[in-house]
């Protein structure tokens, strides 16, 4: 059953919002074409107003089941605003925002209960007929087990944002929202949880929706990459490359090339 929210926004899914977890070349929707199952997630005609400035005007995307999405613009256009209205989080949008399964929200902090220990944390709100045993898989599953009692102010900041993931896909979503969730992070462990991502990706097969400013990160995750602007997706890119993805692979440079010049950004050489 779908519940309306203000806005006419809709949340299909079994009945509550989003779980907080802490923390091709067109304009258009980007629909992806992936057989005949219906999309995860459909938005038509979203807008947000800040004041008087329009963050978001008429935007429409659809994401498929299992696709994995990287939406990338400049700062303040409106990318975690979209992220925050398809988990339910932001009732001053208008527009049509329909989620077909649960949801769970990963963010740039992993925005763990300090007072509650990783696997309370892991487990928190989780409604399972036995969620210490739930949370303690998804805790193994992100290679946690041997950190299960620690307090989250004594984690690393890749072991908090593991913990993070593990509490968001301990829910089974059928949408998982990443908000920069690698951003705070040093170069090595950003390229271990990019292959952490993956491998739970390819396992648990959410649709995903991850919110980046960074372009090499979203060609080396992503299916489809959306740059928003003003407001809108002015540019979409299917990735067929296969995974692992080298970044010095000659499409994926061309790609890179593109997208930056749908931010602004010329490279040296380049018309």
């Avoid at 994401?63 to 209205?85: D, Q, Y």
């Avoid at 988990?87 to 989620?99: C, I, K, W, Y």
């Avoid at 969620?131 to 989250?152: N, T, Y």
């Amino acid at each position: 059953m779908a519940t309306k929210l203000r806005g006419s926004v809709t949340a299909a899914d079994a009945g509550a919002p989003a779980t907080l977890a802490a923390g091709t070349g067109t304009a258009g929707t980007g629909t992806a074409g992936t057989g005949t199952a219906g999309p995860v997630a459909t938005v038509r005609g979203l807008s947000r107003v800040f004041g008087t400035r329009p963050v978001l005007d008429g935007l429409d995307l659809d994401i498929a089941p299992g696709e994995f999405v990287a939406m990338i613009g400049r700062s303040g256009s409106g990318k975690s605003t979209l992220l925050r209205a398809l988990a339910g989080l932001d009732r001053e949008v208008t527009g049509d925002v329909s989620v077909n399964g649960a949801t769970a929200v990963a963010f740039q902090e992993p925005r763990l209960v300090p007072w509650k220990r990783v696997d309370a944390n892991t487990r928190l709100g989780l409604r399972a007929g036995d969620p210490s045993a739930v949370a303690a898989a998804a805790l193994a599953e992100v290679g946690l087990s041997d950190r299960a009692r620690a307090w989250p102010l004594t984690l690393s900041g890749g072991e908090a944002q593991r913990a993070s993931l593990a509490r968001a896909l301990v829910r089974e979503p059928r949408l998982l929202l990443l908000d920069e969730p690698f951003s705070a992070l040093d170069a090595l462990t950003t390229i271990a949880m990019h292959d952490l991502v993956l491998r739970l990706w390819a396992q648990h097969r959410p649709a995903v929706l991850l919110v980046t400013h960074d372009v090499d990160e979203a060609l080396a995750l992503a299916d489809r990459v959306l740059v928003l602007t003003e407001g809108r997706i002015g540019y979409s890119c299917r990735i067929d490359a296969p995974r692992p993805r080298d970044r010095d692979h000659p499409d994926l440079i061309t790609l890179r090339a593109d997208l930056l010049a749908e931010l602004g950004v010329t490279l040296e050489g380049r018309a």
